[in-house]
């Protein structure tokens, strides 16, 4: 099978053949990849910015995928069924798994995530485990299911800074996928006084007309305004430290902020306690997606039609073979996400 495969001691990406995975335990699935996501995390990999598995390593942890074959303990999954796999996976004994924050866990399971530490979703086919693996309705095609998992990263950000009042401040700083997909996670909501903030003229060109349906306004950084005095929620989609800085600066008095973006492991940020005590500010931190996937489904699903439309979204569709193709469009910010037509 094709997938594309990264080995980090040699900073090389190349498209490679390597076997089909086979079964070896009774609870795993195998899946072929319908459509398979970039993400910004597998930017940073690729540019030695983000820790991964030293061995030559299939990417890609956002997938939406068909059942090929499945273990003799699986009974929930039939041949042909569309699904959605969850990347991660916990080892289901340690203090965090047993508090209810298994993304906190530190050993994770054998198919912890996939793309990361064991092979993902940039090939024809992946392994994972049937508590991976979420069978999708018949409403939702695996196109637009391929945004599933970073939606549910979202939703577990949303929970985090919930409760949000209607009728406030928000911006968002970023107008990648992510930040894209927030702003229609917060129009969803009912949410209409929001500001997305974006550094790249090219993208704020591309999401202008989904933004503008919205009624939402989409900035350079030198063009913000605060015409409430500042804001009640930020949300960091860049992973940018000054821009996280600035957000800090930009909210209310009992503001929050949301830092989605991943950043670098070396990248620093300076803020004042005192500012953080006087306007008792909360900052909050997403790390992935525990129990989130289940929301993700019912979230594309309401999202779909008005929301998900790849045009609108900047998004472009992408065969294996033409990675570097999609690598360039995003490093040059001409799409806001490359997904692989697997």
């Not at 931190?285 to 309401?302: D, H, I, M, R």
Request: proline share 6%.
């Amino acid at each position: 099978m094709d997938a594309i495969q990264f080995r980090s001691e040699e900073q090389k990406i190349e498209c490679v053949t390597v076997p089909v995975p086979v079964i070896t335990h009774p609870r795993e699935v195998l899946v072929k990849v319908a459509y398979s996501g970039v993400c910004g995390t597998d930017l940073h990999i690729i540019h030695g910015a983000f820790p991964c598995n030293p061995r030559p390593l299939t990417l890609g942890h956002e997938f939406s995928a068909t059942v090929v074959d499945y273990g003799p303990l699986v009974t929930t999954l039939s041949k042909g069924d569309h699904v959605i796999v969850d990347p991660n996976s916990a080892c289901h004994k340690c203090h965090f798994c047993h508090t209810g924050n298994p993304h906190f866990c530190t050993t994770g399971g054998f198919y912890a995530n996939l793309g990361v530490k064991n092979h993902g979703g940039w090939g024809e086919y992946c392994l994972c485990s049937i508590e991976q693996v979420y069978k999708l309705p018949t409403t939702i095609s695996l196109k637009t299911a391929a945004l599933a998992e970073p939606v549910s990263c979202i939703s577990h950000g949303w929970d985090l800074v919930s409760p949000l009042p209607l009728g406030g401040d928000v911006l968002v700083i970023g107008a990648g996928i992510i930040g894209t997909l927030w702003a229609c996670l917060l129009h969803l909501h009912g949410h209409r006084r929001v500001t997305v903030v974006e550094l790249n003229a090219r993208r704020r060109h591309l999401i202008g007309g989904l933004m503008g349906e919205m009624g939402y306004d989409v900035v350079a950084p030198e063009d913000v305004k605060m015409d409430g005095g500042g804001f009640d929620l930020v949300v960091d989609c860049s992973g940018y430290g000054p821009a996280v800085e600035k957000g800090v600066e930009l909210l209310k008095s009992g503001g929050k902020i949301c830092m989605f973006g991943v950043a670098p492991p070396g990248v620093k940020i300076s803020v004042s306690p005192y500012m953080i005590y006087m306007k008792e500010l909360t900052l909050l931190s997403v790390k992935v997606n525990p129990f989130s996937f289940t929301k993700a489904v019912a979230l594309v699903e309401a999202m779909a039609d008005k929301y998900l439309d790849y045009d609108k979204l900047g998004i472009k569709v992408f065969k294996l073979r033409e990675f570097q193709e999609a690598l360039k469009a995003l490093k040059n910010g001409d799409i806001t996400k490359a997904i692989f037509e697997v």
